[in-house]
C-alpha cells in the first residue's frame, strides 16, 4: 500500500528564500529540498566548488603533468556503465587536447568483471602503457594495482565509490568519499572527479607555459559529458552536482554538444532545444548502458569520442538497436521474476534475493530495480557468470545501505560473498553458485537488523497541494528549465479532480480531461488503462507536451485513490 505524504518544509528556510525576493510556491519547493538560501540556485560556473578542495587534486595534477611533459603513455581503463562511458571520453579528451599520449581500454565485464582486476592489468599491459588511471572505478582495486606495480606501471585512481578497510598502493588516490577529504559534495560521480582532475591540470600545465606550445582547451565543453554521467549514475544533485549538470544542459539545448549526444538524441526523436535531465537519465543514459550490458562499452564510448555525424550516427544506431534488445532481454526476464515470486507472501520478506539460471548478468541491475518498484523491499537479482559463480547487483530502499548490509554479511558469514562493492542505494556482488539459498537467508536476516517496519512502507512524497491558478503556462515552463533529479526531486502534487473525458490510448495509457478548482487540464495516465471514477484523488506533475509543433499544460498522473 503506498502512502500519500507531503515534503516537510524547513519554515525558517522558507522565510530566508521570501526575504531574498523567491517567489513563494517556488520558496516552498527550494525549502522541501533542503536549500536554505539563494546562493544554493546559482547555477553559473562561479558557483562551482573550486578544484583545490579535493584532496589529492593537486598531486594527480602533478603527476600527470610529469607525464605529458616526458610524453609518457598514459591508458585509462573506464567502467561499463554511462558514468564510466563518459568518465572515458573525458579523459580521452581533455588529455588528449593538453598534449598527452593517450589511449584507453574498457573491460569486457563478462569476462573480467568490475574494476582494476590483475586480469585487466594483464589486459593492458599490451598497450605498454606507462600510467594507468581508472575513472569510475580502482577504489577497492587492491589486487590490481598491486599487479601494476609489480610491472612498473604507476596508478592514478580516480573514482567515487566507497572505499573498503584497505585501500590500493596507487600513485595518486582522488576520490572525494575517501577518509580525510574534506570536498563538500560527497556526491561526484566518476565523470564529476576526472573533469576536476583535468581542471587542475590545466591550471597546473598553465603555471608551466605549457600553452604557449599549444591551444589551451576550453574545458567547459566537455560539460556536455559531465552532465550525461551524473545524471545517468543516479548520484545527488546536490547543489555542485545541480551547476555542473546545468551548465552541461545548457550547452546541449544551444546545440554545442558532442556528435555522440547529438545523435544519441535523434536516434530517440528528442529535441535537443528542450533537452533535460529526463533526456539523459532515460534516453541517452539507457542507450549507452545497454552496450555495456550486452556487449562491451568500446562502442558507446566510441560513440561519446566521434568527432563527425556521420560516425556518430552509424554507432548510435547500433546503441539503439542494442537498447532494444535489453528490453527484450528485461521484459523476459521480469515475467520470469514474478511468476517465481507470485506464491510468496512478500508482506512477510524483508528483503527479496532472486536467481535463475537463464537469466543475463548485464541485465541483473534492471530487473532487481523493476522488483524493488513492484514490492518496495531491498533486492538483489543474480545471474550466473558460467564459471561456477553468481554475479549479483542489489538495488535498496530509503533506510537501507545496501554496500553496509553487504559488508555486515561479510562480517557475520565469512566466505559466503567472494567480492562486494557500492553504494547506499545500488552494489554489485560475486558469490559461490552454491551459496545462493544460504546468501537468500543471511540477506534477509541482515536486513531485519537494519531496517524497521516502516521502512518497508512505500511513501509517495509530494509538494502538497496547488491552486489551479497557480499551475499557469508560464510557471509550468519555468519549472521545466530547471533541474531535477535524484535528491532534488522534480514537483508532484496533490489534488481533487473531476474527470470529465476519459479514454485509452496505445493500448495501455489512459487519456484525460480533469477538471480543478473549475479549470480543465489536459492530463495523461501512463501504464494504466483502467477507468477512473468520477471525482479522484490525484497525485500529478505538470509538463509542457508539445505535439505537431503546439505546445499545451499536460499533467501525468502518477497516483489516485
Same mark, same amino acid.
Given at each position: 500500500?503506498?502512502?500519500?505524504?507531503?515534503?516537510?518544509?524547513?519554515?525558517?528556510?522558507?522565510?530566508?528564500?521570501?526575504?531574498?525576493?523567491?517567489?513563494?510556491?517556488?520558496?516552498?519547493?527550494?525549502?522541501?529540498?533542503?536549500?536554505?538560501?539563494?546562493?544554493?540556485?546559482?547555477?553559473?560556473?562561479?558557483?562551482?566548488?573550486?578544484?583545490?578542495?579535493?584532496?589529492?587534486?593537486?598531486?594527480?595534477?602533478?603527476?600527470?603533468?610529469?607525464?605529458?611533459?616526458?610524453?609518457?603513455?598514459?591508458?585509462?581503463?573506464?567502467?561499463?556503465?554511462?558514468?564510466?562511458?563518459?568518465?572515458?571520453?573525458?579523459?580521452?579528451?581533455?588529455?588528449?587536447?593538453?598534449?598527452?599520449?593517450?589511449?584507453?581500454?574498457?573491460?569486457?565485464?563478462?569476462?573480467?568483471?568490475?574494476?582494476?582486476?590483475?586480469?585487466?592489468?594483464?589486459?593492458?599491459?599490451?598497450?605498454?602503457?606507462?600510467?594507468?588511471?581508472?575513472?569510475?572505478?580502482?577504489?577497492?582495486?587492491?589486487?590490481?594495482?598491486?599487479?601494476?606495480?609489480?610491472?612498473?606501471?604507476?596508478?592514478?585512481?580516480?573514482?567515487?565509490?566507497?572505499?573498503?578497510?584497505?585501500?590500493?598502493?596507487?600513485?595518486?588516490?582522488?576520490?572525494?568519499?575517501?577518509?580525510?577529504?574534506?570536498?563538500?559534495?560527497?556526491?561526484?560521480?566518476?565523470?564529476?572527479?576526472?573533469?576536476?582532475?583535468?581542471?587542475?591540470?590545466?591550471?597546473?600545465?598553465?603555471?608551466?607555459?605549457?600553452?604557449?606550445?599549444?591551444?589551451?582547451?576550453?574545458?567547459?565543453?566537455?560539460?556536455?559529458?559531465?552532465?550525461?554521467?551524473?545524471?545517468?549514475?543516479?548520484?545527488?544533485?546536490?547543489?555542485?552536482?545541480? *551547476?555542473?549538470?546545468?551548465?552541461?544542459? &545548457?550547452?546541449? %539545448?544551444?546545440?554545442? /554538444?558532442?556528435? =555522440? !549526444?547529438?545523435? #544519441? @538524441?535523434?536516434?530517440?526523436?528528442?529535441?535537443?532545444?528542450?533537452?533535460?535531465?529526463?533526456?539523459?537519465?532515460? *534516453?541517452?543514459?539507457?542507450?549507452?548502458? &545497454?552496450?555495456? %550490458?550486452?556487449?562491451? /562499452?568500446?562502442? =558507446? !564510448?566510441?560513440? #561519446? @569520442?566521434?568527432?563527425?555525424?556521420?560516425?556518430?550516427?552509424?554507432?548510435?544506431?547500433?546503441?539503439?538497436?542494442?537498447?532494444?534488445?535489453?528490453?527484450?532481454?528485461?521484459?523476459?526476464?521480469?515475467?520470469?521474476?514474478?511468476?517465481?515470486?507470485?506464491?510468496?507472501?512478500?508482506?512477510?520478506?524483508?528483503?527479496?534475493?532472486?536467481?535463475?539460471?537463464?537469466?543475463?548478468?548485464?541485465?541483473?541491475?534492471?530487473?532487481?530495480?523493476?522488483?524493488?518498484?513492484?514490492?518496495?523491499?531491498?533486492?538483489?537479482?543474480?545471474?550466473?557468470?558460467?564459471?561456477?559463480?553468481?554475479?549479483?547487483?542489489?538495488?535498496?530502499?530509503?533506510?537501507?545501505?545496501?554496500?553496509?548490509?553487504?559488508?555486515?554479511?561479510?562480517?557475520?558469514?565469512?566466505?559466503?560473498?567472494?567480492?562486494?562493492?557500492?553504494?547506499?542505494?545500488?552494489?554489485?556482488?560475486?558469490?559461490?553458485?552454491?551459496?545462493?539459498?544460504?546468501?537468500?537467508?543471511?540477506f534477509e536476516t541482515v536486513v531485519r537488523d537494519l531496517v524497521s517496519p516502516n521502512d518497508l512502507l512505500e511513501q509517495l512524497a509530494t509538494d502538497g497541494a496547488i491552486t489551479a491558478d497557480a499551475l499557469s503556462f508560464d510557471?509550468?515552463?519555468?519549472?521545466?528549465?530547471?533541474?531535477?533529479?535524484?535528491?532534488?526531486?522534480?514537483?508532484?502534487?496533490?489534488?481533487?479532480?473531476?474527470?470529465?473525458?476519459?479514454?485509452?490510448?496505445?493500448?495501455?495509457?489512459?487519456?484525460?480531461?480533469?477538471?480543478?478548482?473549475?479549470?480543465?487540464?489536459?492530463?495523461?495516465?501512463?501504464?494504466?488503462?483502467?477507468?477512473?471514477?468520477?471525482?479522484?484523488?490525484?497525485?500529478?506533475?505538470?509538463?509542457?507536451?508539445?505535439?505537431?509543433?503546439?505546445?499545451?499544460?499536460?499533467?501525468?498522473?502518477?497516483?489516485?485513490?
Amino acid at each position: 500500500m503506498t502512502t500519500i505524504v507531503t515534503r516537510p518544509i524547513d519554515s525558517a528556510a522558507f522565510a530566508t528564500l521570501i526575504s531574498q525576493n523567491i517567489d513563494p510556491v517556488m520558496a516552498r519547493l527550494y525549502a522541501a529540498r533542503g536549500v536554505t538560501h539563494e546562493r544554493e540556485l546559482d547555477t553559473r560556473m562561479s558557483a562551482m566548488l573550486t578544484p583545490a578542495q579535493l584532496a589529492h587534486v593537486e598531486d594527480a595534477a602533478q603527476f600527470l603533468c610529469m607525464a605529458i611533459q616526458s610524453q609518457q603513455k598514459i591508458l585509462i581503463v573506464a567502467d561499463y556503465d554511462a558514468d564510466g562511458a563518459t568518465a572515458c571520453a573525458v579523459g580521452m579528451r581533455a588529455l588528449s587536447a593538453m598534449g598527452a599520449i593517450v589511449d584507453y581500454v574498457v573491460p569486457d565485464r563478462f569476462k573480467y568483471g568490475y574494476g582494476l582486476t590483475p586480469e585487466i592489468v594483464a589486459l593492458a599491459s599490451a598497450k605498454n602503457p606507462d600510467i594507468i588511471v581508472t575513472v569510475d572505478n580502482g577504489i577497492a582495486s587492491v589486487d590490481g594495482v598491486a599487479e601494476a606495480n609489480r610491472r612498473g606501471i604507476r596508478v592514478l585512481v580516480t573514482d567515487h565509490h566507497l572505499p573498503g578497510e584497505a585501500l590500493p598502493d596507487a600513485a595518486v588516490i582522488v576520490n572525494p568519499n575517501q577518509r580525510g577529504d574534506c570536498f563538500s559534495s560527497k556526491n561526484l560521480a566518476g565523470v564529476g572527479v576526472i573533469f576536476y582532475v583535468m581542471l587542475a591540470l590545466r591550471a597546473a600545465l598553465r603555471r608551466l607555459n605549457h600553452f604557449t606550445k599549444i591551444a589551451e582547451p576550453n574545458l567547459a565543453d566537455l560539460l556536455d559529458l559531465v552532465a550525461l554521467g551524473t545524471v545517468a549514475d543516479v548520484v545527488k544533485l546536490d547543489h555542485n552536482n545541480r *551547476v555542473l549538470v546545468e551548465q552541461g544542459l &545548457a550547452r546541449v %539545448r544551444a546545440g554545442r /554538444m558532442c556528435a =555522440g !549526444i547529438r545523435a #544519441l @538524441l535523434q536516434v530517440a526523436g528528442r529535441d535537443h532545444r528542450r533537452a533535460s535531465t529526463y533526456d539523459f537519465g532515460f *534516453v541517452v543514459g539507457p542507450r549507452i548502458n &545497454a552496450a555495456g %550490458r550486452l556487449e562491451d /562499452m568500446s562502442i =558507446g !564510448i566510441a560513440c #561519446l @569520442l566521434a568527432d563527425d555525424d556521420e560516425t556518430a550516427a552509424k554507432l548510435a544506431d547500433q546503441l539503439n538497436q542494442l537498447n532494444r534488445e535489453r528490453r527484450i532481454i528485461e521484459a523476459d526476464m521480469r515475467d520470469e521474476a514474478l511468476a517465481s515470486l507470485a506464491d510468496i507472501d512478500i508482506g512477510e520478506r524483508y528483503a527479496i534475493a532472486i536467481f535463475e539460471p537463464t537469466w543475463h548478468q548485464g541485465v541483473v541491475g534492471i530487473l532487481a530495480s523493476r522488483i524493488r518498484e513492484k514490492y518496495h523491499r531491498p533486492v538483489i537479482a543474480f545471474a550466473s557468470d558460467g564459471a561456477g559463480n553468481l554475479k549479483g547487483s542489489g538495488r535498496s530502499i530509503q533506510g537501507l545501505h545496501m554496500r553496509d548490509a553487504l559488508d555486515l554479511i561479510t562480517k557475520r558469514y565469512p566466505g559466503m560473498i567472494t567480492k562486494f562493492g557500492g553504494h547506499a542505494m545500488a552494489a554489485g556482488l560475486t558469490i559461490p553458485q552454491g551459496a545462493m539459498v544460504d546468501f537468500a537467508k543471511a540477506f534477509e536476516t541482515v536486513v531485519r537488523d537494519l531496517v524497521s517496519p516502516n521502512d518497508l512502507l512505500e511513501q509517495l512524497a509530494t509538494d502538497g497541494a496547488i491552486t489551479a491558478d497557480a499551475l499557469s503556462f508560464d510557471f509550468v515552463q519555468s519549472l521545466e528549465s530547471k533541474v531535477w533529479g535524484q535528491g532534488f526531486a522534480a514537483p508532484s502534487f496533490i489534488g481533487a479532480f473531476k474527470v470529465i473525458e476519459q479514454k485509452v490510448v496505445g493500448e495501455k495509457h489512459l487519456k484525460l480531461k480533469l477538471s480543478l478548482d473549475g479549470t480543465t487540464f489536459e492530463a495523461i495516465r501512463f501504464g494504466s488503462p483502467d477507468a477512473l471514477n468520477a471525482s479522484i484523488d490525484a497525485v500529478f506533475r505538470p509538463s509542457i507536451n508539445e505535439f505537431r509543433g503546439a505546445k499545451t499544460l499536460q499533467l501525468t498522473i502518477d497516483h489516485t485513490a
